[in-house]
T-cell receptor, first 109, second 114 residues
Framework: GQNIDQPTEMTATEGAIVQINCTYQTSGFNGLFWYQQHAGEAPTFLSYNVLDGLEEKGRFSSFLSRSKGYSYLLLKELQMKDSASYLC??????????FGRGTSLIVHP | KAGVTQTPRYLIKTRGQQVTLSCSPI?????VSWYQQTPGQGLQFLFE???????NKGNFPGRFSGRQFSNSRSEMNVSTLELGDSALYLC?????????????FGNGTRLTVT
């Protein structure tokens, strides 16, 4: 089976750095995705990690440790528009990723 | 390129009725998957279609069904609606439905069952 855990809610200040963690236990592993979902909108793809290490993409970075079943999404220079839900999704034995319940990030001035 | 289009955006139905939701994937995408999103459970996988065949299925009752047409458009049907079916239903497409293929989501259909 699949089990994915991420914090329910986080708050941070504009301009700061925030790290959103995701831990997983899955039967089979074929990569980990992060998606961003603004309220009332569709989730949009942020990153994909399949090998250990850090992937940097502008203000956003994603890290993976397969041996620890752990990933994090790092958001730098936070902006108000970064207030959204961040979904961790793990590809297991099939083509279909399993999603965590999401972390609601609130950025305040 | 047009994104994933879902219709209708909002639906209100009563218990016992049935409903059909529609999804048009990004042109060229052959994999279409459906998810149910609720505040308590997050995104729950319903099923995935690839080249008109159901390739994967989640743990939902048989009241939930779907199909995919030759142009990759997909429909999802829910029969004998229950109050607990109230949710946002999201459709997502990907190019080949492979492990590293990111999903492209539509804006969803908000279903309310009264």
């Amino acid at each position: 089976g699949q089990n994915i855990d991420q914090p329910t809610e986080m708050t941070a200040t504009e301009g700061a750095i925030v790290q959103i963690n995701c831990t997983y236990q899955t039967s089979g592993f074929n990569g980990l995705f992060w998606y961003q979902q603004h309220a009332g909108e569709a989730p949009t793809f942020l990153s994909y990690n399949v090998l250990d290490g850090l992937e940097e993409k502008g203000r956003f970075s994603s890290f993976l440790s397969r041996s620890k079943g752990y990933s994090y999404l790092l958001l730098k220079e936070l902006q108000m528009k970064d207030s959204a839900s961040y979904l961790c999704a793990v590809g297991g034995g099939s083509y279909i990723p399993t999603f965590g319940r999401g972390t609601s990030l609130i950025v305040h001035p | 390129k047009a994104g994933v289009t879902q219709t209708p955006r909002y639906l209100i139905k009563t218990r016992g009725q049935q409903v059909t939701l529609s999804c048009s994937p990004i042109s060229g995408h052959r994999s279409v998957s459906w998810y149910q999103q609720t505040p308590g459970q997050g995104l729950q996988f319903l099923f995935e279609y690839f080249s008109e065949t159901q390739r994967n299925k989640g743990n939902f009752p048989g009241r939930f069904s779907g199909r995919q047409f030759s142009n990759s458009r997909s429909e999802m049907n829910v029969s004998t609606l229950e109050l607990g079916d109230s949710a946002l239903y999201l459709c997502a497409s990907s190019l080949e439905g492979q492990y590293n293929s990111p999903l492209h989501f539509g804006n969803g259909t908000r279903l309310t069952v009264t």
